[in-house]
């Protein structure tokens, strides 16, 4: 007897965790929450009397959460000041208990829904699971009763919107800066600047967008970088500095950080297009018409275009609330640079012993300009002067001049030793890998579950430098995006499963139950007017539907 029932509380022992947890599983919620507990029951909404209740200082959130309810479910959402019985969702703030990282609970009983967080960020989140929780079952909205306990895996969760080369305007952006809340993305990387097109307007250099922002054709065709083909086509537009602002200040009520890109010291054509004594040549240029790495180069010993650089800094950093400022530094071809006067005498006055050399001197004059403004560089991860290309010389395959270590490198292309030793000196590492993370690329090249299956982190990666890597980035750029429409197709659904790549640990992700928790969101998205491509489309062959 004295056996059995040691047998039996041994059995109820191991049972424990089940009956505390009630049903541990996924939610249909993307990114997927890290701990949830889904337990029995459900709370009915009202959505002619649905109310929220939380402190002055969350308002703000609850006046977004008015529109957002009203916008997916029609729900006519009144706040209440007291809290009392019969609440749908309290808004509860309490920075001395819980984290500042945007982490949140939500809580749902027979009460009703209780969003807690140490931050204004963390309850924002809270909402965006709340959202995409709320289900109709024969005719009524529910909420299952839960709770979750969340926060982000990676504090650096970006979608890129190249501009340079086609001006896709405000009402898209904007739109992107909605479906990326939804889905708790909270960088937006603006590539504006670029060979094909200055976007932003500098009040102190006009002609940066009276000339720069202007081409008078674009190179198109299924032959893309090898076409004959023009359109024929003027291309022009730009941002004014009230659309910045506007831009900026709608991101930041979404808790997303708007991180500008300008381009240095390559991809400078249509900046010397406008003004061509910014060139290494000097000659006067116009806006390419054709896409590719342009020979374009700024030059960078000339202490005017120092000047120019961070004038143009200036202004931008006025704008933009980001600590970090991007500075592009990608695919510089020293072709110039080798025929330039200025630039060997300046290496030869600096010891500077190749154009490599050269490039990362300058990143460090440009990241301690930004640093004595109070903000942080980053750039692509040329600026450690590794030559990760075919163009480039041999005597360029490695700096000796070292980049400052306050740098952020966003790691896009080379070897991916060369972003583990980047993270072993220390360096806080973005990875942006092309091949995973290009949304410009087609479908059969990067499919829907290849995106979900990206890990910023390499495995090859010593534990001891995980941290070293903050997050991660999904570029659309644009050379072969004329349109809102294709864009729409090629980002919708894979921003959604970097979202998840982003945000879910590692052993919470399941593509099976990403897939199922998709369905909603393409109903929101068609709901919305995003051209997202169809799932058939976006599978790999071996998950397509016979």
Excluded at 183 to 189: R, T, V
Excluded at 260 to 273: F, N, Q, W, Y
Aim: proline fraction near 4%.
């Amino acid at each position: 007897m004295r056996i059995q029932m040691k047998n039996l509380m041994l059995s109820l022992f191991l049972m424990l965790p089940l009956i505390f947890i009630g049903q541990s599983s996924n939610v249909q919620v993307i990114p997927q929450p890290n701990n949830v507990v889904i337990k029995k029951g459900q709370y009915e909404i009202g959505t002619d009397n649905f109310t929220i209740s939380g402190a002055s200082e969350v308002q703000p959130i609850i006046d977004y959460a008015t529109v957002v309810l009203k916008e997916d479910f029609g729900f006519n959402v009144k706040k209440a000041e007291k809290v009392r019985n019969g609440i749908d969702v309290v808004f509860i703030l309490n920075r001395k208990k819980y984290n500042l990282d945007g982490s949140y609970s939500l809580n749902v009983d027979k009460k009703g829904a209780r969003i807690f967080a140490g931050s204004e960020q963390g309850l924002f989140y809270g909402l965006q699971t709340l959202r995409q929780s709320i289900k109709k079952i024969e005719g009524k909205w529910v909420l299952d009763y839960m709770e979750i306990e969340d926060a982000p895996r990676f504090g650096w969760r970006a979608y890129m919107l190249d501009e340079g080369r086609y001006f896709q305007g405000k009402k898209q952006v904007l739109k992107l800066l909605d479906e990326m809340a939804r889905l708790k993305m909270n960088i937006f990387h603006w590539h504006l600047v670029d060979d094909q097109g200055w976007r932003i307007e500098i009040k102190k250099y006009p002609l940066l967008t009276s000339i720069g922002s202007k081409r008078l054709s674009t190179q198109v065709g299924p032959r893309k970088w090898q076409s004959p083909i023009q359109s024929g086509v003027p291309h022009e537009g730009y941002y004014t500095h009230e659309d910045i602002r506007e831009i900026v200040s709608y991101a930041e009520a979404r808790f997303i950080t708007v991180v500008p890109e300008i381009e240095m010291p390559g991809h400078a054509s249509a900046a010397i297009a406008a003004y061509p004594w910014l060139g290494s040549t000097g000659e006067q240029i116009s806006v390419p018409i054709n896409f590719g790495v342009s020979e374009d180069i700024f030059n960078v010993a000339n202490p005017k275009v120092f000047n120019f650089l961070t004038d143009v800094l200036d202004e931008v950093m006025s704008l933009f609330l980001s600590k970090i400022i991007h500075i592009g530094g990608d695919e510089a071809k020293y072709d110039h640079w080798e025929t330039s006067e200025d630039i060997k005498r300046y290496m030869k006055e600096n010891e500077l012993k190749t154009f490599a050399d050269v490039q990362v001197d300058f990143t460090n004059k440009i990241s301690r300009y930004i640093e004595g403004k109070g903000r942080k560089m980053m750039g692509w991860n040329e600026i450690l002067g590794q030559n990760v290309h075919d163009y480039q010389s041999e005597k360029d395959n490695g700096a000796e001049e070292q980049l400052s270590k306050t740098s952020v490198v966003h790691f896009w292309k080379g070897d991916i030793k060369l972003m583990e030793q980047a993270a072993a000196e220390g360096y806080e590492i973005v990875n942006s890998l092309h091949t995973e993370t290009y949304l410009d690329y087609a479908y059969r090249d990067i499919s829907l579950k290849r995106a979900y299956d990206f890990d910023p982190i390499p495995k090859s990666l010593d534990k001891q430098y995980h941290n070293q890597i903050i997050g991660l980035g999904c570029q659309m750029w644009g050379e072969w995006i004329p349109t809102s429409g294709y864009m729409d197709f090629m980002t919708f659904p894979r921003i959604a499963a970097y979202a998840e790549v982003g945000w879910t640990n590692v052993n919470r992700r399941d593509f099976e139950g990403f897939l199922a928790s998709l369905s909603p969101l393409y109903d929101i998205w068609k709901e919305k007017g995003i051209y997202s491509a169809p799932i058939n489309e976006a599978l790999p062959d071996s998950f397509k539907k016979k």
